[in-house]
């Protein structure tokens, strides 16, 4: 069975830092594109920063310069570094991961993990 589990999310003062987690297990297939992504409320969810297999990465425009998706293929981990953090960061974020065929193959999503930046 397949789990993708976030960690890590919390309630932040705007300029704070917040370090999130994504742990998975049971995926039999190599990952070659892991993905947060958040949902506000009233919101449509959005990518946040994906990264693939060869380190490459993709941020949304508002993070650029303020989070980071590093990952630690042995531990089947992705993180996302977030700082400066603002209030209009304020979302449910989510973890994705697939098989880097723009998500056409396997794609798996966590349950997320709320984050709160208060002013």
């Known amino acids: 069975q397949v789990h993708v589990v976030e960690s890590g999310g919390g309630l932040v003062q705007a300029g704070g830092s917040l370090r999130l987690s994504c742990a998975t297990s049971g995926i039999t297939l190599s990952i070659n594109a892991w993905g947060w992504y958040r949902q506000a409320p009233g919101r449509q969810r959005g990518s946040v920063a994906i990264v693939g297999s060869s380190g490459d990465t993709n941020y949304a425009d508002s993070v650029k310069g303020r989070f980071t998706i590093p990952r630690d293929n042995a531990k089947n981990t992705v993180y996302l570094h977030m700082n400066g953090l603002r209030p209009e960061d304020t979302a449910v974020y989510y973890c994705?991961?697939?098989?880097?065929?723009?998500?056409?193959?396997?794609?798996?999503w966590g349950r997320g993990t709320q984050v709160t930046v208060s002013t």
């Open positions: 994705r991961v697939g098989d880097g065929t723009g998500w056409l193959g396997y794609d798996y």
